[in-house]
């Protein structure tokens, strides 16, 4: 089982640049989620998924556009990246059935020139 | 609806003990605790459900105290391998589509 992976792990972007994060699970979770981390924020949720086809908005979703067409994957995408959106993004998994352990990413470090 | 953690840091010498503290203005169901080394993921620690039932994992165990919807971890006789930034997260009663509310981290620094 790789669990959680994510692609790429880096990526430097010029401003007004576009493109997408992957996340990809091979445990079977409905659940999957897109998370940024900034400095002395914590984890920050962007969008997340309950299911395949499904999507919702989180804490800081402007800017961001999400698609979940297979259960076991979950895309992020940034159409117009802005130095703001400069972060490390963690996708994280789980499984249904009530309050049990979200499994991380390794994480993508996006910079934003 | 985003828990406060509380301190914002602590230094320890190893074989220390220490409590973080997490609270919310919601009631909660659970409380979930992650721990992450730098430039790594977070991890899961434990999970407490309502009830108060006290949790252990190694020499960190925790409790949660549905009334005062408040949680704390202890870490008991510290080793250099705690040093991380702990996370609580929440999960609220009211909540649906079963989100978490992480607080912004707690940064644990242990010397030798």
């Known amino acids: 089982n790789a669990g959680v992976t994510q692609t790429p792990k880096f990526r430097v972007l010029k401003t007004g640049q576009s493109m997408t994060l992957l996340c990809a699970q091979d445990?079977?979770?409905?659940?999957m989620y897109w998370y940024r981390q900034d400095p002395g924020m914590g984890l920050r949720l962007i969008h997340y998924?309950?299911?395949?086809?499904?999507?919702a908005k989180g804490e800081v979703p402007d800017g961001y556009n999400v698609s979940r067409l297979k259960k076991q994957n979950f895309l992020l995408g940034l159409e117009s990246a802005a130095p703001s959106q400069t972060s490390v993004y963690f996708c994280?998994?789980?499984?249904?059935?009530?309050?049990?352990?979200?499994?991380f990413g390794p994480g993508t470090r996006l910079t934003v020139l | 609806q985003q828990p406060v953690q509380s301190p914002q840091a602590v230094i320890l010498r190893e074989g220390e003990d220490a409590v973080i503290n997490c609270s919310s203005s919601?009631?909660?169901?659970?409380v979930h605790w992650y721990r992450q080394k730098h430039g790594e993921a977070p991890v899961f620690l434990m999970i407490?459900?309502?009830?108060?039932e006290q949790k252990g994992h190694d020499k960190i165990s925790a409790s949660f105290n549905e009334k005062k919807q408040q949680s704390s971890l202890y870490l008991t006789a510290s080793q250099l391998s705690y040093s991380g930034t702990y996370f609580c997260?929440?999960?609220?009663?009211?909540?649906?589509?079963?989100?978490?509310?992480f607080g912004r981290g707690t940064q644990l620094t242990v010397w030798p």
């Open positions: 919601k009631a909660l169901y659970s």
């Open positions: 994280a998994s789980r499984g249904s059935g009530g309050p049990v352990e979200q499994f």
């Open positions: 407490l459900l309502k009830g108060g």
């Open positions: 997260g929440t999960f609220d009663r009211g909540s649906t589509l079963g989100r978490l509310y």
């Open positions: 445990m079977n979770h409905e659940y």
């Open positions: 998924s309950v299911g395949e086809g499904t999507t």
